[in-house]
T-cell receptor, first 114, second 118 residues
């Protein structure tokens, strides 16, 4: 079955550690996105990638980094510079980067940093 | 400024009631797209509908219907005869015309938590 996988579903880290969240898609989509969701908030865009080896910052990129070495993979690293990293992280993809295309979402990773 | 406003933070209804979720958007583009997503307790967002700015026809899909009105910049979502399984957070989202750096960006509202009681 085609879809987006994110692992793990729950992740716990100590403050000061970097952590990488996995996102894999087998939909053959060109574009991929990372969002952060906090309680009572909508989704806020962290980074997005329109094509392999290219990515752009979203609204809240500070303290995060990404790579796009393969079409199907778009990992997100939450660095120790991110001041408030505890949140629900959602990865998405769309068939292309045009604005008319709906995005499909993975199940999310809930990160808790203590 | 918020591009998408969902003024209703939480709505509670009893099963079989109809319920409308409001969405107001703001854009200067003439070409734009509006979306609704459902987020059940599991967390994954599920795509429900996409509407482009040139198509103001209302759409019905089973118990779901959408009312797009450019004059009031609104794209409201109605669930008819609600069921317990409709309980979720519903997000309205906007993407604007194809202009370089905005390609592929979705702007989300803060969501409306719908609870349907048996």
């Amino acid at each position: 079955d085609g879809g987006i996988t994110q692992s793990p579903k729950y992740l716990f880290r100590k403050e000061g550690q970097n952590v990488t969240l996995s996102c894999e898609q087998n939909l053959n989509h060109d574009a991929m996105y990372w969002y952060r969701q906090d309680p009572g908030q909508g989704l806020r865009l962290i980074y997005y990638s329109q094509i392999v080896n290219d990515f752009q910052k979203g609204d809240i990129a500070e303290g995060y980094s990404v790579s796009r070495e393969k079409k199907e993979s778009f990992p997100l690293t939450v660095t120790s510079a991110q001041k408030n990293p505890t949140a629900f992280y959602l990865c998405a993809s769309s068939i292309a980067s045009g604005n008319s295309y709906e995005q499909y979402f993975g199940p999310g990773t809930r990160l808790t940093v203590t | 400024a918020q591009k998408v406003t969902q003024a209703q933070t939480e709505i509670s209804v009893v099963e079989k009631e109809d319920v409308t979720l409001d969405c107001v958007y703001e854009t200067r583009d003439t070409t734009y797209y509006l979306f609704w997503y459902k987020q059940p307790p599991s967390g994954e967002l599920v795509f429900l509908i996409r509407r482009n700015s040139f198509d103001e026809q209302n759409e019905i899909s089973g118990r779901y219907s959408w009312n797009f009105q450019k004059s009031t910049s609104s794209f409201n979502f109605t669930i008819t005869a609600s069921q317990v399984v409709d309980s979720a957070v519903y997000f309205c989202a906007l993407s604007e015309g194809d202009r370089g750096s905005t390609l592929g960006r979705l702007y989300f509202g803060r969501g409306t938590q719908l609870t349907v009681w048996p």
